[in-house]
């Protein structure tokens, strides 16, 4: 997973080992999950999914990406 910061505009890139589902998510400070999103049936290889957080305040969050059998996580931080 590749982000590190943002104006509420990304592009997630992430690379996969086999065609499957991916699920997002972007957590806040406090551990609440603020954005979800899955998707199904990705291609093996370099991927990009688009978060749109422009209503997301400033500050650090997680970015977490999980497939049945591997995950992922970076920090994000959104500054205006």
């Not at 370099?46 to 957080?53: I, V």
């Not at 209503?55 to 970015?63: C, F, K």
Request: hydrophobic share 40%; no cysteine.
């Amino acid at each position: 997973v590749y982000k590190r910061q943002s104006n509420g505009l990304s592009n997630i890139n992430f690379d996969l080992a086999a065609v499957g589902d991916v699920k997002l998510t972007v957590v806040n400070m406090f551990g609440q999950i603020v954005y979800s999103r899955t998707d199904s049936d990705l291609a093996a290889g370099s991927q990009t999914m688009r978060f749109e957080g422009q209503d997301l305040a400033a500050g650090v969050y997680y970015i977490n990406i999980e497939t049945a059998t591997e995950k992922a996580a970076t920090k994000m931080v959104i500054s205006r």
